[in-house]
């Protein structure tokens, strides 16, 4: 059964801690993606890669960072330095081969910090 | 940098009327995606369009993408309440690899 699979559902940090959501993906797709959305409001890009061992900023990198060490896997964390990180994390991916651009997500994130 | 805008940000339906949902790109776009999200859900690819002027059905769902390649519509005929959600354009730049969302249509049905 292919897909992509985040975890946890639910993830409560306290503030001034850092944390790593977890995004995997058995589609064999080369490039992922990870957004952020807030409250009735639409997706924001943090970071994606289309390749591994390669990744590019995103409109709002800061205070995040992700590694690309397997195609399958591209995780982010939530570092201290990201001034509201309470928020719904949705990770992507996309086949980069083929003739439409549409992106698969997982299931989210929702991380609380208080 | 690039932005696109949807409107409405609220659609209040009755069942069985017909609406349109628009999306406004800042620049112009190689194609456009639309995404529909259910509540406590992800989002769900629905259609592609890549086409100046293009059309393309699904059911009840009417996609457009204007002439200029900056603009898109979605219209819903008879709308029932299995269209409950949030409804995302997003746009993808000729030379770019990334996608631009729109900040959706929240769609609620009165039964």
């Known amino acids: 059964d292919g897909g992509i699979t985040q975890s946890p559902k639910y993830l409560f940090r306290k503030e001034g801690q850092n944390v790593t959501l977890s995004c995997e993906q058995n589609l064999n797709h080369d490039a992922m993606y990870w957004y952020r959305q807030d409250p009735g409001q639409g997706l924001r890009l943090i970071y994606y890669?289309?390749?591994?061992?390669?990744?590019q900023k995103g409109d709002i990198a800061e205070g995040y960072s992700v590694s690309r060490e397997k195609k399958e896997s591209f995780p982010l964390t939530v570092t201290s330095a990201q001034k509201n990180p309470t928020a719904f994390y949705l990770c992507a991916s996309k086949n980069t081969r083929g003739r439409v651009d549409e992106q698969y997500f997982g299931p989210g994130t929702r991380l609380t910090v208080t | 940098g690039q932005q696109v805008m949807q409107i409405p940000q609220y659609q209040h339906v009755q069942e069985g009327e017909d609406f349109t949902t628009y999306c406004n790109s800042s620049t112009t776009l190689s194609n456009i995606q639309w995404y529909k999200q259910r509540p406590g859900g992800h989002p769900v690819f629905l259609i592609q369009l890549v086409k100046s002027g293009e059309v393309k059905k699904q059911k009840r769902l009417t996609f457009q993408f204007g002439e200029a390649k900056k603009n898109s519509s979605l219209h819903i005929t008879a709308t029932q309440t299995t269209d409950v959600g949030t409804y995302f354009c997003a746009g993808h730049e000729a030379a770019g690899n990334k996608l631009t969302f729109g900040g959706g249509t929240r769609v609620l049905v009165k039964p």
């Open positions: 890669s289309q390749i591994v061992n390669d990744f």
